[in-house]
């Protein structure tokens, strides 16, 4: 193997040696013009549809939902997926989404141990995705014994919101046909400021901000469907006491009204 190495690398040289003969001048031969460079194919898309999909995972100290604390003041692990589309248009820049959130909770006496809830809606976005409008549904559902089911509610919203950089402003009104354990008509009006902190950072997956809410949630209550419930929600009982006042105030004022003058 040695010899026949070495002897093709003795041919290479001899070739080299006639090819540059003292006393001829080599005549330089053009570049020949380089290929055309293919057009590169475009990338087969791996979301033709251009869906996105937002999974986030929240740990809290307590849930409060609207003031009410749902796990009896413990902690909470709270992970939820949200599927959108891309903008139908351009000319039309309104995305449709589902989602899904899930939450422990703590409520003694009705056999509920986890909160299940599913949404849909349309979003509108503009000024540079500065302005969103949200018009949406959400189904909140309860796991555990027969009596969780009963607890089980829908409820159609309306979210405006504008990012200010700096922070973020969202006000929205809810309504509920017929709310949580079947209290009756609801209305749920909020208001929401947001600042981010960037400066606290982990990574680009985790992130940090602060947030405020302020609301105020109207339940035209049933009264019956929450006795047995109002006995384990000190919060339930308080707000069926206030809708017990306030009927009464009602029906005070109607025959105050209707009382003929002589």
Same mark, same amino acid.
């Given at each position: 193997?040695?010899?026949?190495?070495?002897?093709?690398? =003795?041919?290479?040289?001899? #070739?080299?040696?006639?090819?540059?003969?003292? /006393? +001829?001048?080599?005549? *330089? !031969?053009? %570049?020949?013009?380089?290929?055309?460079?293919?057009?590169?194919?475009?990338?087969?898309?791996?979301?033709?549809?251009?869906?996105?999909?937002?999974?986030?995972?929240?740990?809290?100290?307590?849930?409060?939902?609207?003031?009410?604390?749902?796990?009896?003041?413990?902690?909470?692990?709270?992970?939820?997926?949200?599927?959108?589309?891309?903008?139908?248009?351009?000319?039309?820049?309104?995305?449709?989404?589902?989602?899904?959130?899930?939450?422990?909770?703590?409520?003694?006496?009705?056999?509920?141990?986890?909160?299940?809830?599913?949404?849909?809606?349309?979003?509108?976005?503009?000024?540079?995705?500065? =302005?969103?409008?949200?018009? #949406?549904?959400?189904?909140?559902?309860?796991? /555990? +014994?027969?009596?969780? *089911? !009963?607890? %089980?509610?829908?409820?159609?919203?309306?979210?405006?919101?504008?990012?200010?950089?700096?922070?973020?402003?969202?006000?929205?009104?809810?309504?509920?046909?017929?709310?949580?354990?079947?209290?009756?008509?609801?209305?749920?009006?909020?208001?929401?400021?947001?600042?981010?902190?960037?400066?606290?950072?982990?990574?680009?997956?985790?992130?940090?901000?602060?947030?405020?809410?302020?609301?105020?949630?109207?339940?035209?209550?049933?009264?019956?469907?929450?006795?047995?419930?109002?006995?384990?929600?000190?919060?339930?009982?308080?707000?069926?006491?206030?809708?017990?006042?306030?009927?009464?105030?009602?029906?005070?004022?109607?025959?105050?009204?209707?009382?003929?003058?002589?």
């Amino acid at each position: 193997m040695r010899r026949i190495a070495i002897t093709m690398l =003795l041919a290479g040289v001899a #070739g080299t040696a006639q090819a540059q003969t003292p /006393g +001829v001048t080599p005549v *330089s !031969q053009p %570049a020949p013009a380089p290929a055309p460079t293919p057009a590169a194919a475009p990338e087969a898309s791996k979301n033709p549809l251009g869906i996105t999909f937002t999974a986030t995972m929240t740990a809290v100290s307590d849930y409060s939902y609207r003031g009410i604390s749902q796990t009896q003041r413990i902690p909470a692990f709270q992970p939820s997926l949200v599927i959108e589309t891309s903008p139908f248009s351009d000319q039309l820049p309104i995305t449709a989404y589902v989602g899904a959130w899930a939450s422990n909770v703590n409520f003694p006496g009705t056999g509920a141990w986890g909160e299940l809830d599913a949404s849909a809606g349309f979003r509108l976005k503009a000024l540079k995705d500065k =302005l969103t409008f949200d018009l #949406g549904y959400i189904r909140y559902n309860y796991m /555990g +014994v027969v009596q969780a *089911s !009963q607890l %089980a509610f829908n409820e159609f919203g309306f979210v405006v919101g504008y990012d200010f950089d700096l922070f973020q402003l969202s006000a929205a009104v809810r309504y509920s046909p017929n709310f949580f354990a079947n209290s009756g008509n609801a209305w749920y009006k909020w208001g929401q400021l947001t600042v981010p902190l960037p400066f606290i950072k982990i990574n680009d997956q985790i992130s940090f901000k602060l947030f405020g809410t302020l609301g105020n949630q109207y339940v035209d209550l049933r009264l019956r469907p929450l006795r047995r419930l109002c006995l384990h929600q000190p919060e339930l009982h308080r707000l069926h006491q206030h809708s017990q006042l306030r009927r009464s105030r009602h029906r005070k004022h109607r025959q105050d009204v209707l009382t003929p003058i002589d």
